[in-house]
């Protein structure tokens, strides 16, 4: 189950890194972000390209490795829950308006929220039902 949902991840990170980086002014029209000519979309291309392709080589390593499947749990449950921090924030500071906004931000609690339970079942699995007392 946990190999199935970490393709699944890597394959929705490289999906959207694809797509920021082929339209980076169609992807950041959807979300309301404004590039600037230049410098501005060099930044949108590492970051929203860049940084999410490598997200989704590091999910698609802990699908294929066992070895790596905890941490790529770990690693996936700590990104999707500082992404519903701060977009939480951002909802609570700025008028969002665009409804691919809102879409992110159902996606990211999903994306937690299921990591949450495969990392619990993982920890159980293995005999490691407290995580934060293991030993590195």
């Known amino acids: 189950m946990a190999r ?4 699944l991840v890597a394959t929705l990170y490289g999906s959207l890194a694809a797509w920021c980086s082929i339209d980076p002014a169609g992807t950041s029209k959807v979300v309301g972000f404004s590039l600037q000519r230049g410098a501005g979309q060099s930044e949108f291309l590492t970051v929203y390209g860049g940084l999410e392709a490598g997200m989704a080589l590091m999910f698609m390593a802990a699908a294929l490795w066992e070895r790596l499947r905890f941490s790529g749990l770990l690693n996936c449950f700590l990104i999707h829950v500082c992404l519903v921090l701060f977009r939480s924030g951002g909802f609570l500071l700025y008028e969002v308006e665009q409804a ?33 007392t293991e030993k590195a």
């Open 100 to 132: 691919m906004t809102r879409q992110l931000a159902v996606g990211e609690w999903v994306l937690a929220i299921c990591t949450a339970v495969l990392l619990w079942r993982e920890c159980r699995s293995r005999g490691r039902a407290n995580v934060v």
């Open 4 to 7: 199935l949902f970490l393709v």
